[in-house]
């Protein structure tokens, strides 16, 4: 069983960066794959980055690519998403997710979600 909480969501002007983290709870973190998804309103959850359990490989969404980051410390149970270069339309809830072995892109492969944070960019 993982719990995850995210932090670090808030309110920036287009162009401006956050950090998202992800605290994860448990002895195993360095064993799951985790990856970062968002939904706006009205829209579905879509991908944005995920990352391996040991932080070797990453993948993002075409979209984020060149202006997100995703890390992970495993000594501290936590990953992060840098979000650079912010657009009024990566404004969205973003949840972090974890899934035993390799990482994945789609929503159903993750088992455990946190409960979001919002990320809300101005223009």
């Known amino acids: 069983q993982v719990q995850l909480v995210e932090s670090g969501g808030g309110l920036v002007q287009a162009g401006g960066s956050l950090r998202l983290s992800c605290a994860a709870s448990?002895?195993?973190?360095?064993?799951?794959?985790m990856g970062w998804f968002r939904q706006a309103p009205g829209k579905e959850r879509e991908f944005v980055a995920a990352i391996s359990s040991s932080g070797t490989m990453t993948t993002y969404a075409d979209s984020v690519k060149g202006r997100f980051t995703i890390s992970r410390d495993n000594a501290k149970n936590t990953v992060y998403l840098q979000v650079n270069s912010l657009k009024p339309e990566d404004t969205a809830e973003y949840y972090c997710a974890a899934r035993m072995g390799y990482s994945a892109t789609y929503t159903r492969a993750y088992d455990y979600w946190g409960q979001g944070t919002q990320v809300t960019v101005s223009s």
């Open positions: 448990g002895r195993t973190f360095s064993s799951y794959a």
